[in-house]
């Protein structure tokens, strides 16, 4: 038996998964979380095969607890499962150590088919996104500026344009605020865009 953990900040989604593997013969919801943090708590008292986590998440991030899980769990295996768009985050969090990344819109049956190969220890991308990754394609416009982002600098971008000060930012990343300041200076560059405003505005452009 699969043991499965959902954490998504929307209870409709951890309802629905939950009662979508209620009648499973293989794979079980052993609990379901609203925030990054929980994880790890939930973790040291509960035996997890698989995590389906949302990038946006309160209290910590779905790729910060993403980069965490792979140093203290790492036999725990993870697969994205978001509403941000593929193009964009599923390399960077496959990079970052999650075994598969999922969008929302997918089926029942492509969701057992990921957590089913990431369980024999494969890596899940969609049919669509692998193919154009392995004939070389440039998946979208927004791929192509992301493309010049690190993993981390994606991280920090989406805690900008979730609102969250240099501060709070420095806190769940477990770093400086000089060192936020920096990627702040580096994305301005990298995106072409001279203020803060427009570099939220242009994380948000992307994002449609």
Known sequence: MIKLLVVDHHPIIRKGLDLLFITSSNIQVVGSLDNGEAIFEFLNK??????????????????TALRRLNKEYPDVKVIMFSAQPEEV?????????????????????????????????????????????????RVSRSGNFYKKLSTREIEVLKLISSGRKNKEIAKELNINEKTVSTYKA??????????????????????L
């Open 46 to 63: 509960n035996k997890v095969d698989i995590i389906i986590s949302e990038i946006d998440l309160p209290k910590l991030n779905g790729i």
């Open 89 to 137: 985050y599923a390399m960077n969090t496959i990079k970052a150590g999650a075994s598969g990344y999922l969008c929302k819109t997918a089926n029942i049956i492509t969701l057992k088919e990921a957590i089913l190969k990431v369980y024999g220890g494969g890596i899940y991308l969609s049919n669509n996104l692998a193919q154009r990754l392995a004939i070389g394609k």
């Open 186 to 207: 580096r994305l301005m560059k990298k995106l072409n865009v001279t203020n803060i405003v427009d570099l939220i505005n242009r994380a948000k452009l992307l994002e």
